[in-house]
């Protein structure tokens, strides 16, 4: 995504107010109120800058020109303050690096607000959107797009290029995607409808929901659950707590949590990693890497082919459920002290208690034999199911 152009702004626009008209003050509730229409020429510029300390909407149309509407607000009692003071809000456009800036400009202080509402070109390669706190939301852009809020709502859809979206504390909302995705909240969920490349998504406090990713799906979360129900590659998630769920994924899947559950579904190669949670694993096939140090596991594998995999748990059962046309080779080993604690579907792998006691093994193959799959608990049973 190119984005050089900007760093090239300086920090005060000389710039000129675009052609705006004002409507008359008036009264709504605690506020004054004046809107303002306007529009800009983007004299054959592809890049657009929008930058404001209120709420940004944008939409994409077939068009050449920009028009905005510009709702303005103070809370002063004076009328004839709030006049001077929303008289001072304007729209400034400067050319800059071959692209086009629109600030909302505003008097110092916090007495007054204003809301942006822009109608541009679908066709601009780059949208670039900032909001010192507000909701931002843009749709329908035939390019890439960028928006950052330091504290507000964030909401995309239909944006064809690729997307990267920031705000300090404020949910996210994609919906269709056709580029890549950088995702970063400080504080709320992020969602997405379908996204057409790779994918990050990090939140430091809320829930990641993907219904379709096309690409690579990396995400991450400090306070809520990960789902993920269709990933055409693979999954990296991390979630410090709660569930992280992959409902289909056709690529490799890697997982990891310190309080929280793990379940997968329909994957292959998949590794994953609970300090105190269960993991459950469905119809997955490959190489399997599964451990948690307290909780426990639920694997039932899928008939695609099996690779080396190992399965492990300090404190809970683990639970395999095998086809019985699977050719594998089975090494189950619970070190609880003192007793048989496999217990096994298939009579050709049978439990034994080893010399010093310590241990119980049970190893044998199924259909000949096949990859490795090795089993350990500590502190709880292992099952060997025949599937059914």
């Not at 229409?37 to 209120?54: H, P």
């Not at 800036?101 to 780059?126: H, I, M, N, Y």
């Not at 329909?266 to 994953?272: F, I, K, L, M, Y």
Request: net charge positive.
């Amino acid at each position: 995504m190119r984005t050089g152009w900007l760093w090239l702004i300086p920090a005060a626009l000389a710039a000129a107010c675009a052609a705006q008209t004002d409507s008359h003050v008036v009264r709504e509730g605690r506020y004054w109120v004046q809107t303002a229409n306007g529009s800009a020429s983007l004299a054959g510029s592809e890049l657009l800058k929008v930058s404001t300390r209120g709420a940004v909407f944008l939409q994409g149309e077939a068009r050449g020109d920009i028009g905005y509407v510009l709702t303005k607000r103070t809370k002063v009692r004076d009328p004839a303050r709030a006049r001077a003071l929303l008289g001072g809000i304007a729209v400034k456009t400067a050319k800059r690096s071959g692209g086009l800036v629109l600030e909302v400009s505003l008097p110092p202080g916090w007495e007054t607000s204003a809301d942006l509402r822009l109608r541009v070109p679908r066709k601009l390669r780059e949208t670039i959107l900032e909001s010192q706190g507000e909701s931002i939301e843009a749709y329908d852009l035939d390019g890439s797009l960028r928006a950052d809020s330091r504290g507000g709502r964030l909401q995309v859809d239909r944006i064809r290029g690729d997307v990267t979206v920031r705000t300090s504390g404020g949910q996210v909302r994609l919906g269709q995607v056709g580029g890549n995705v950088l995702c970063y909240s400080g504080g709320g969920p992020i969602s997405a409808d379908t996204i057409g490349g790779e994918a990050g998504l990090n939140t430091e406090g809320g829930e990641i929901y993907v219904k379709v990713a096309k690409g690579l799906v990396r995400a991450s979360t400090r306070g809520g659950n990960i789902r993920i129900e269709r990933a055409e590659y693979g999954v990296t998630a991390m979630a410090q707590a709660g569930l992280i769920e992959v409902v289909r994924a056709n690529g490799p899947v890697i997982a990891q949590t310190v309080a929280g559950a793990i379940r997968i579904r329909s994957a292959s190669n998949v590794e994953c990693q609970a300090e105190r949670g269960a993991i459950q694993l469905y119809g997955v096939y490959g190489g399997l890497r599964a451990a948690t140090q307290v909780g426990s596991i639920l694997v039932e594998l899928a008939g695609g082919p099996l690779l080396d995999s190992v399965l492990s748990t300090g404190g809970g059962d683990i639970t395999v459920l095998i086809p019985s046309n699977l050719a594998v080779t089975v090494q189950a080993i619970s070190a609880y002290p003192g007793g048989h604690r496999i217990i096994s579907d298939f009579s050709e792998i049978r439990p034994r208690l080893r010399q010093d006691e310590t241990e119980t093994e049970a190893l044998g193959t199924i259909n000949g034999g096949g990859p490795l799959l090795r089993l350990m608990a500590s502190g709880g049973t292992i099952y060997l199911r025949r599937q059914r």
